[in-house]
């Protein structure tokens, strides 16, 4: 059994308000909604106006929209992070994931990692995760060997939503309650994850619970309800198919909220929503022969080149620009948190780990957190980012971010680190990252990389 070491947050700010955390007779639900491809800016409410996300929407509403939130670029590493309020490199994580229990090919994170999942666990909370792990398919390293009371999902990066395999190579597949293997081959996966989330709740409406709802949308292969794909009728694609599978992610969003509020839990509940990365833009995905699924050689389970809006910032899943790691953010709490509100400080998904503790009153784990408590910047819209850089890296590409620069090595996905091209961009360009200051502002790009040698050193790379 893992022994968790805990010590007090606290922090002047909260002691000074105690409004801000809840009476020890009750402590606060936590749901996190977390979708999988999603692009900067698709949420009706944060600019893309020809989508239909009315309970994406309504929690923006209700609570507090973050218009520079970071998640990472690809989608284990951002799992890792969410999980553990550290850089993915220090949580084993720094690699693709094992995605097939039968082939150990990949990393799997430290089991001595401290989840989210553990501290709500140890705290008294009901804990569970329904959808996607991503975090390494070893059996030995899943959702029950951190933290989790109960899984329903898949373990690798990605399933068809109705017969539930993974699809690339061969294909295998991957359904699982706990540790068993389940066979369900026709029904649809996000209904199936939602109807898990709504009964957790119901049976646990009594006491306080962690909800983790990894949603596999809008990330492909593109299977949106029917009545969603039908709202987009005159769109074109690929924007219609993605579109219609975001509004397909809002319809079940909206059952767990709708849920919250039936029960009468919603005042008490602490609500996060955000997407791990970018949108995706590879156009084909082909099935090849003899496919374990049965589905027909030739068969394109792509997302047929993308879809996502990202507004004035360029780039996708795989890469650091903007439009790769910068995501759609929501934060609801109406016991404590008046709703309507925006913040356009520089957030990262590693802060929701010490927030929540702050927030439910709770203890982080003795180790080495990288996320900071957004507490103060939620009191007060005053307060700057608790980030004076951000940093990232993932395979040969990395970057490294101070105020409006950047300082960017891009490596093209899949390629050699030979072909990377050294990149000093602005934020704050009428239109951002196209241009390349590098020969301009030579001391500025050698002072950045500095920063990044050091926090390199610092993470033991």
């Known amino acids: 059994m893992k022994v968790i070491n805990l010590w007090p947050l606290w922090t002047t700010l909260l002691m000074a308000t105690p409004s801000i955390v809840p009476g020890q007779e009750q402590l606060p639900n936590v749901v996190i909604l977390y979708t999988d491809d999603q692009a900067t800016l698709d949420i009706h409410a944060f600019g893309a106006s020809d989508l239909h996300t009315p309970n994406m929407d309504r929690l923006a509403m209700e609570g507090i929209r973050f218009t520079q939130a970071y998640a990472h670029t690809v989608c284990c590493p951002s799992r890792a992070a969410l ?40 705290a008294g909370y009901r804990t569970a995760l329904f959808g996607k792990w991503h975090l390494g398919a070893d059996l030995g390293h899943g959702p029950e060997q951190q933290g989790f009371d ?36 026709g029904e649809y996966f996000p209904e199936m994850i939602t109807d898990r989330s709504l009964t957790f709740i119901r049976e646990n409406r009594d006491r306080p619970f962690f909800l983790y709802l990894a949603f596999n949308s809008p990330h492909y292969p593109m299977d949106a309800r029917e009545e969603d794909y039908a709202l987009y009728e005159n769109m074109k694609e690929p924007r219609r198919a993605y579109a219609a599978f975001v509004t397909t992610t809002d319809y079940y969003v909206g059952q767990i909220l709708d849920e919250l509020k039936e029960l009468g839990l919603a005042e008490n509940t602490i609500v996060i929503l955000q997407s791990d990365n ?110 004076e850089r951000l940093y ?20 093209e996905s899949g390629q050699p680190e030979s072909t990377g091209k050294l990149l000093l961009l602005n ?26 040698e050091a926090w390199k050193a610092d993470l033991g790379e």
């Open 392 to 411: 990232y890296q993932w395979y040969y590409s990395w970057m490294v971010r101070e105020g409006e620069w950047k300082l960017y090595f891009r490596v």
């Open 83 to 122: 999980l553990t309020g550290r850089h993915p490199q220090r949580t084993g994580v720094g690699e693709w994931t094992q995605v097939n229990p039968q082939v150990p090919k990949g990393a799997n994170m430290k089991l001595s990692e401290v989840t989210l999942a553990e501290a709500f666990q140890t």
């Open 427 to 452: 934020l704050s360009d009428q239109e951002p990252e196209r241009i390349n200051y590098l020969d301009r502002y030579p001391e500025k790009a050698t002072r950045l990389r500095k920063y990044y």
């Open 278 to 387: 970018g949108h995706e833009v590879t156009s084909h995905q082909s099935i090849g022969p003899n496919h374990s699924s049965g589905l027909p050689e030739g068969y394109n389970y792509g997302p047929h080149g993308g879809g996502g809006y990202t507004g004035k910032w360029i780039g996708h899943k795989y890469d650091f620009y903007e439009g790769g790691i910068r995501t759609p953010a929501i934060l609801r709490y109406p016991a404590r948190i008046t709703g309507g509100q925006v913040r356009t400080q520089a957030v990262t998904v590693m802060d929701w780990y010490p927030t929540l503790m702050d927030l439910c009153g709770l203890s982080l784990p003795r180790v080495e957190m990288d996320g900071k408590s957004l507490v103060p910047l939620i009191l007060d819209g005053s307060v700057p980012s608790p980030h």
């Open 150 to 185: 109960e899984f329903f999902g898949f373990r690798g990066g990605f399933i068809e939503n109705h017969i539930h395999y993974f699809l690339h190579g061969d294909g295998f597949h991957d359904l699982w309650d706990g540790a068993k293997e389940i066979w369900r081959k």
